[in-house]
């Protein structure tokens, strides 16, 4: 049995606090501009240098309306339903993965759609560092001892506060699986049609989060958990756009010859 003992606060400055996840947020947000600026720079995305700043303001409250959003629907409905103005509470915690991937979705489609910017190439731009981000956000999980594992009797199991018997720690797990998935997509990086990248980000985070959460602690629904019945949503989504769309780039993937 393991025990961790981190302060989910980074620094505190008369009564303010920094805590890891909101840093997390931060590195997203600047790591994205880095992103999109380097894109418009080399042409890659039809983007004004003030378009970036408007493009990421849309994106960030996209995010954090659909990850608030979809935690207290699908995750804690009842307890704000006796509490709506919790819904606020941000600093408390409560972000839905599968609602911050919607909210950007609806966000970044309308900023497209409204700028008439190519919404499949700036899917994937930014691919690659949301799934850095993501992975880093399921450190600072762990770092807060929350998204628990089922209890398990495996060496390497962890203590975590509020919580009974030595668990599974699976948001290192998960965040293992994304790093993972993070030089998986960068092999896919201008070899392939455009899209590709980001339904292939869909499918294997809809993979990952199916099967790990076998051993997450959570609500069960007709056997599964909320996330689970969610990723099985992006897993048909994401099977269906690649098979139908992407034929030729899959054959590409699994092709062992070399190029000429």
């Known amino acids: 049995m393991i ?7 980074l620094f505190s400055f008369f009564g303010f606090e920094i805590r890891y996840y909101g840093l997390v947020y931060v590195l997203g947000f600047l790591l994205g501009l880095y992103i999109l600026n380097k894109a418009r720079k080399e042409k890659i995305l039809n ?27 699908f995750w804690d409905f009842s307890y704000f339903l006796k509490e709506p103005w919790k819904l606020f509470y941000l600093w408390q915690g409560g ?28 899917a994937d731009v930014l691919t690659l560092p949301a799934v850095l981000a993501l992975a880093l956000g399921r450190i600072v999980n762990f770092i807060n001892q929350e998204i628990v594992g089922t209890v398990t009797d495996v060496s ?26 993070f030089f998986i997509l960068l092999k896919f990086w201008n070899k392939h049609k455009e899209g590709f990248i980001f339904w292939n980000f869909i499918l294997l985070f809809g993979i990952g989060r199916f099967f790990l959460d076998f051993i997450r602690e959570d609500l069960r629904y007709l056997f599964l958990n909320a996330g689970q019945w969610l990723s099985l949503v992006m897993i048909i ?12 780039d899959i054959k590409k993937v699994f092709s062992f010859k070399k190029e000429k």
Do not use: T
């Open 3 to 9: 025990s961790i003992n981190i302060d989910p606060v």
């Open 47 to 73: 983007l004004e240098k003030d378009q970036i700043y408007d493009l990421m303001f849309y994106l960030m409250i996209g995010v954090i309306i659909g990850a608030r959003l979809f935690h207290a629907i």
């Open 95 to 122: 972000m839905s993965f599968h609602g911050g991937l919607f909210g950007i979705l609806v966000a970044g489609y309308i900023y497209c759609k409204k700028k008439n910017i190519n919404v499949k190439k700036l």
């Open 156 to 181: 390497w199991c962890f203590k975590f506060k509020n919580y009974e018997g030595c668990r599974h720690p699976v948001q290192l797990y998960a965040a293992f699986g994304r790093f993972l998935a």
């Open 237 to 248: 989504i994401s099977s269906y756009i690649l098979f139908r769309f992407y034929r030729e």
